[in-house]
């Protein structure tokens, strides 16, 4: 165990944790302002990287992959947030089956229309290559993630802490229905909420399609690991979202080199652990 | 009881009748049907009668699975120690999940058990020395019992497996009908209240968790020897959530529904996959027609129907 590979694996951890921040911050939102655990979220991260490959394999432009991976699954997610989920407030085992049907049903479009072969996204030339620092060299696609999810987390708080729209988002996550009575329309926030997150993991899935690859079975492969960051995290909360996904990002990196048969039980036992401590996650709240 | 009971034996015997006119392929789905029966009625102690929504309950059968698959194949095990290590691992996995997941309410308890489901499934796609990975453990040998028939044949099997279903059906209709089940029944509709009664409410959760995953463990045994081959398929999330769905299909809190809605699972799953291979795009449809249409289940509808 050199210091070399401490520091690669823990820069590795962290681009990983990046990524994953794009795809827990929308669950843990939609779940903060309409308490729908979606378990199509990692299908919109699937998708997302298949629209992008498309694109790609088109106009051979990745900012357009990227921008037509987020609109497009952004409108798949307020169809079904307008069509079908509205229709369940409150019933916790509906919306859960009702969004595995929809999981089933994205994976099973996507294997007739892209395939069963797995593809990379290939990465833009100018982030090709690596940065080289002292005796180490980094990646410049992963430091690249690092930079959008900064960004990302940076844009999503301003939005939710300095805005009135974000002031209304916080309202909504505190108390629905107090919100609603003050004369903040909660169905348009559910409907804003619920694309924005369906866009964020569309994000990671263009951006993710580059370095992990796209492939059938993508989406209930990250799917678990979203889960994860928002329960060490907290349901909900933005900070929790951050920290929860920089500790999976790290605790599966190490834990694949260290331990690779055992990589699932390294994820697993903080997780156990910090639930024993603080049932609702670190961030969250009741 | 009482009421299930007569329609019960009725179809039992009627499966028990009619099972030497049929050909094999009908045979052998049947003997499918009512082992994952057992395990959506498992899942029902938990979903139906406490109100805990399991989305990992594929691990304990998963489990029990595996460790029949390891030890006919590599140890040569015979069918009682089998049987006795596979519920064993199966219970000893719900008892260790248990205590992280019944600390958690409501959302949290659904997403604890999807996690903890997918520990188990990377540890049979991961652990590769143990588990063969991808590959799965294949050549699980049907067990040698001491009976004049062989229960390679499908026929003896599904009676093995009829028996199987009805002694989990009789056990677990008694153990619901319990004082311990009623208090199960007192929880799901208001924790607080049986707080307040002095129920230890932890403990009576953690109990059925146990004893679901211990039954689900059971059908995981059966499942190996049915198959003869066990791979990570048999404990990934699809499996979890196929079995939530057989219980809402049939009727969560009935025993007999989530019974029956394994077995339109099985039969729709088998039936649709001859004629197209879209087979997850219609079980999807399924699952949101059911919610749309038939939210307390088939026996749920049928029932509010009859009163």
Redesign the interface.
Known sequence: MTAEFWIIQAFNGLSYGALLFLLASGLSLI?GVM?I?N?AHGSYFMLGGYVGLSVVWRTESFPAAVLAGAVAVGLIGMGMERL?LR??PG????Q???T??????F???A??IWGGDPYTIPVPGALQGSVVAGTYSFPSYRIFIVVVAVAVGALLWLALDRTRAGARIRAAVDDREMAQGVGINVPVISLAVFALGACLAALGGVIGGAFLGVYPGAD?EV??YA??V??VGG?GSLPGAMVGSLLVGLLDNFGKALF??????T??AP??LI??LK??GLFGRA | MRRPLVPAAVAAAVLAAVAPALPSYPLTLLTQALIVAVLAMSLDVLLGYTGLPSLGHAAYFGVAAYAVAILATDYQAGFAACLAAGVAAAAAFAAVFGLVAIRAAGTYFLMITLALGMVVWGLAFRWVSLTKGDNGISGVPRPELPLPWSLWAPLPFFYFSLAAALLAWILLGLLVRSPFGLTLKGIRESESRMRILGYNVWLHKYLAFVISGTVAGFAGVLWAYYNGFVSPVDVQLVTSVETLLMVALGGPGTLVGPAIGAAVIVFLKNFVSVYTKRWLLILGAVYIGVILFAPRGVVGALRRRGR
Do not use: K, W
């Not at chain 1, 690779?260 to 039980?265: G, I, K, N, R």
């Open positions: 779940f308490r655990v378990l079908f229709r369940l019933q916790t085992l509906g859960v089956l009702m595995i049907g929809f999981a089933l049903i994976q099973d479009l294997l007739l209930f799917l678990p889960f994860v928002v329960i349901l690779p048969e055992l990589s699932y039980f994820l697993f997780m156990a639930l024993a049932p609702t």
